[in-house]
């Protein structure tokens, strides 16, 4: 088992570009979670989703969409890159425990920058 | 709304001696509390967790204790050794997300052990 897969590790945009990262996990796990953990910080949930085609606001959504067509993906799409967005990013996913919270597993990140 | 506060930001022990992290949550029906371990350059990854129904939980080295009362939480390393070198985060569970395994996240403690 991989687990949590994120791609790029490291990129840089210039202001007002476009992209995607990506997540893909291959514990057959219905719940994932995007976080961006900036300098000094703990993580802050951006979206989450608790199966394909559902997605929801976390903390902080401003900037991003998501979408999730399949239970292995959850990409992040930052539309109109803002320096306020440079930061480190985390995927996450767990199982759906019966009522009761599940251990999250994550990703190692991406590290962008917007310059 | 809620919060999770982490002490120390950062602490520093010798080799061998213990180390203990303290957090606070505010929200008094939170029933899920997972330690997690950054390594420089990887994502958090989970050491520990407990449950609202007992007080405290042991694996090796590392324990875990809950006050409910108090609302709050400590993480306990014991005989600590050089690879016990990072970032340790305290999370606590969103009750009324429980069904999406919802947490935040303390603001993270670095952990340094001096040789």
């Known amino acids: 088992n991989a687990g949590v897969t994120q791609t790029p590790k490291f990129r840089i945009l210039k202001i007002g570009q476009s992209m995607t990262l990506q997540c893909t996990q291959d514990?057959?796990?219905?719940?994932m979670y995007w976080y961006r953990q900036d300098p000094g910080m703990g993580l802050k949930l951006i979206y989450y989703s608790v199966g394909a085609g559902i997605t929801d606001k976390g903390e902080v959504p401003n900037g991003y969409n998501v979408s999730r067509s399949t239970t292995e993906d959850f990409p992040l799409r930052l539309e109109l890159a803002a320096p306020s967005q440079t930061s480190v990013y985390f995927c996450?996913?767990?199982?759906?425990?019966?009522?009761?919270?599940?251990?999250?597993?994550f990703g190692d990140g991406t590290r962008l920058s917007i310059l | 709304g809620e919060n999770v506060e982490q002490h120390p930001s950062t602490l520093s022990v010798q080799e061998g001696d213990s180390a203990v992290i303290k957090c606070t949550y505010s929200?008094?029906?939170?029933?899920?509390f997972p330690w997690y371990k950054q390594e420089l350059g990887k994502g958090p990854q989970l050491i520990i967790d407990i449950r609202s129904n007992v007080g405290e939980k042991k694996d090796q080295r590392i324990a875990v204790t809950l006050n409910k009362t108090a609302k709050h939480f400590s993480l306990h390393i014991t005989e600590t050794q050089p690879e016990d070198s990072a970032v340790y985060f305290c999370a606590a569970s969103l009750p009324k997300y429980s069904s999406a395994s919802k947490i935040i996240f303390g603001s993270g403690t670095r952990l340094s052990i001096r040789p």
């Open positions: 996450a996913s767990s199982y759906p425990g019966t009522g009761n919270n599940q251990p999250q597993h």
């Open positions: 514990m057959n796990h219905n719940y």
């Open positions: 929200d008094s029906a939170s029933n899920y």
